[in-house]
């Protein structure tokens, strides 16, 4: 049984800082590509960022290029979401997902993504 528990969401005005984390009940957490999706009302999901098993590559939509970071400790089987310069548009529910199907290839399909937390809120407030 995989579980992944995302935390770290919350309201924050524009401009300012979030972190958010996502904790993985997998055995072989450092095999797979872990990616952060997100959701905002009326929306579909999309993609935010991805990083590989050993974290030697990363992608990003170009929405959040140079402002939200992702990395990844295996070791505590968390992967992580920096997010700066945080704006309105950027207002969503945040998911992390587990692409079991792949060790170093990052896609950016919700479909592929086989195993989803709960999600967790990012307001930003203008």
């Known amino acids: 049984q995989v579980q992944l528990v995302e935390s770290g969401g919350g309201l924050v005005q524009a401009g300012g800082s979030l972190r958010l984390s996502c904790a993985a009940s997998?055995?072989?957490?450092?095999?797979?590509?872990m990616g952060w999706f997100r959701q905002a009302p009326g929306k579909e999901r999309e993609f935010v960022a991805a990083?590989?098993?050993?974290?030697?590559?990363?992608y990003y939509a170009d929405s959040v290029k140079g402002r939200f970071t992702i990395s990844r400790d295996n070791a505590k089987n968390t992967v992580y979401l920096q997010m700066n310069s945080l704006k309105p548009e950027d207002t969503a529910v945040y998911y992390c997902?587990?692409?079991?199907?792949?060790?170093?290839?990052?896609?950016?399909?919700?479909?592929?993504?086989?195993?989803w937390g709960q999600g967790t809120q990012v307001t930003v407030s203008s």
């Open positions: 997998v055995r072989t957490f450092s095999s797979y590509v």
């Open positions: 997902g587990v692409d079991v199907s792949s060790l170093n290839l990052i896609r950016m399909f919700p479909d592929v993504y086989d195993y």
């Open positions: 990083i590989t098993w050993s974290g030697g590559s990363t």
